[in-house]
């Protein structure tokens, strides 16, 4: 039987990984979001202060979406004289489907990176899966405050209003444009990699002993 290519073996693991942890996203998904609401909350009350805002899990339409119910809490300068007023209501919302994609390419990568022993193989996944679930989260938080700023500039344009697309705005937009996932990709060797340097001052410590007995 012929042995595959350690090329054709870790395409191989990264497709069989993808399948499997697209199945659990599908049955899980909604449930790892709903427990992250209330961290994602406090996110977005750090970044933007301005607003009064909760995230939401919605499963009102057929599929489940993150929504940020806002309301400005201090006014929101469009320009020297005008701003959004206090009390006017945000909603920006995201599928939870979209949310997944970045946590599952990040741990398909991990559970497919060629390692060195089962050992650095278990570090690994160990460390992927909190490290996975807060890099989709973070992610999320910055979508949904990108999609406010992305109202708030076409708010703006619509009075006449000339202004440089704020930092959020732009992440959004690199985000969108294929950043997510290629931020993802690159997320997902760090795992093996942190793994390999915390096991390399043992594997030494071993080499060590091994070479001093007689």
């Known amino acids: 039987m012929a042995t595959l290519t350690p090329r054709a073996a870790c395409a191989l693991r990264l497709m069989l990984a993808w399948a499997l942890l697209s199945g659990l996203g599908f049955w899980h998904g909604e449930t790892l979001f709903a427990a992250s609401t209330a961290l994602m909350t406090e996110a977005v009350h750090w970044i933007e202060p301005r607003l009064a ?12 979406a993150l929504v940020l119910d806002a309301s400005v809490a201090m006014p929101l300068a469009l320009d020297n004289e005008r701003a959004i007023p206090t009390g006017t209501a945000i909603t920006p919302q995201m599928s939870v489907a979209h949310a997944l994609v970045p946590l599952l390419i990040l741990l398909s990568v991990s559970l497919a990176v060629p390692v060195r022993s089962w050992r650095e193989r278990a570090l690994g996944v160990a460390i992927a899966a909190p490290f996975a679930w807060a890099f989709a989260i ?11 700023e992305m109202d708030l500039q076409t708010t703006a344009e619509s009075l006449g209003i000339t202004r440089p697309p704020p930092l959020l705005l732009s992440l959004l937009v690199f985000m969108e444009g294929g950043g997510r996932w290629l931020l993802a990709l690159l997320a997902g060797v760090l795992p093996t990699l942190l793994a390999r340097r915390l096991l390399s001052p043992a594997k030494a410590r071993q080499r060590v002993t091994e070479t001093s007995s007689p």
């Open 53 to 64: 805002s909760t995230v939401q899990l919605t499963t009102a339409s057929a599929d489940a």
């Open 138 to 148: 973070t992610l999320a938080v910055f979508h949904l405050l990108g999609l406010v």
